[in-house]
């Protein structure tokens, strides 16, 4: 690379458009948390690099009718302190409030920790359980894409390499519903998980659980939606039983690696322990809405 480009477009046409004219390698900086890292490392080495943080859409956060709209490249720490936004989807700040201390998160964003596309991204499970679904703009116009669909391997998208992610719409949530999650590290703070698990839930009037999601991270290439642990938990009240049988359900759908971190086995094991609280806090905040 002989000399890269740095350009902060005000708008997402000529976003897309910057893009779209690179005939070299590009890439696009939400919060610069992960991107600048991958320069200092030479791990990447774009020919263009397009700052969306300057682009009203990408920065917004908004509700209308219980449905939920935040910029892919709003600040983190933004998103916490929304107070509205904090009560109605718990589960999604447990995990935003762990991308980074509180200078990163001044910067950081949702958007750029989903395409950073780290297996163990802590925001990325419960957007997936959340059922949040990404706006994606390029050159053909704008297409809709359920997160989950988002990550196909480790630094891989289904982006197309003109594409940018512009916001997420969160579901307006039913009654009694509820949603957490927690990762375990070797460290308290400023780590990268061993284990992720994010469970959505949502109740009767009798505490029955008639809906739920299941994701993990840190234990597979991909963040993972793991339909049987969800299934183990409808028709039932949270009880010891059916929390087991959800945590069965995600060892099996477990397919980590051996690292400093953590053995195979170890990630396996963890994978079950966590998901019963995870689900144990995901249920009691249901009961309380």
Not at 32 to 40: P, Q, R
Not at 177 to 196: C, H, L
Not at 266 to 277: F, H, N, Q, S
Request: hydrophobic share 45%; charged share 20%; proline share 6%.
């Amino acid at each position: 690379m002989d000399q890269m480009r740095y350009e902060a477009p005000k708008s997402l046409d000529a976003a897309v458009a910057l893009l779209k004219g690179e005939e070299g390698e590009a890439c696009v900086l939400a919060g610069g948390t992960d991107v600048l890292v991958l320069l200092h490392c030479d791990i990447i080495e774009p020919d263009l690099v397009v700052d969306i943080k300057h682009i009203p859409e990408t920065m917004a956060i908004s509700e209308s009718d219980g449905v939920w709209t935040v910029g892919a490249a709003m600040p983190a720490m933004e998103i916490v302190d929304n107070e509205a936004f904090s009560k109605a989807w718990p589960g999604v700040i447990d995990g935003v409030k762990l991308i980074g201390s509180i200078q990163i998160k001044g910067r950081a964003s949702i958007g750029g920790n989903l395409c950073n596309a780290s297996p163990a991204a802590d925001g990325v499970p419960p957007l997936i359980v959340a059922g949040a679904v990404a706006t994606v703009i390029g050159p053909g116009g704008t297409r809709e894409i359920a997160v989950e669909d988002v990550v196909t391997g480790p630094r891989e998208t289904s982006l197309a390499r003109d594409e940018i992610i512009v916001s997420f719409t969160f579901p307006k949530r039913p009654p009694h519903s509820g949603d957490a999650y927690q990762r375990f590290t070797p460290r308290t703070e400023m780590d990268i998980a061993v284990v992720g698990v994010s469970v959505n839930v949502t109740l009767d009037d009798d505490g029955v659980c008639t809906a739920a999601r299941v994701s993990l991270c840190a234990v597979a290439p991909t963040p993972l939606l793991v339909a049987d642990a969800a299934a183990a938990l409808i028709g039932s009240t949270g009880d010891g039983a059916a929390l087991a049988k959800m945590a069965e359900a995600a060892r099996a759908a477990c397919n980590p690696i051996n690292d400093k971190r953590g053995t195979v086995e170890y990630r396996i094991k963890v994978t079950g322990v966590l998901a019963e609280r995870v689900a144990r806090d995901a249920f009691e905040r249901a009961r309380q809405n």
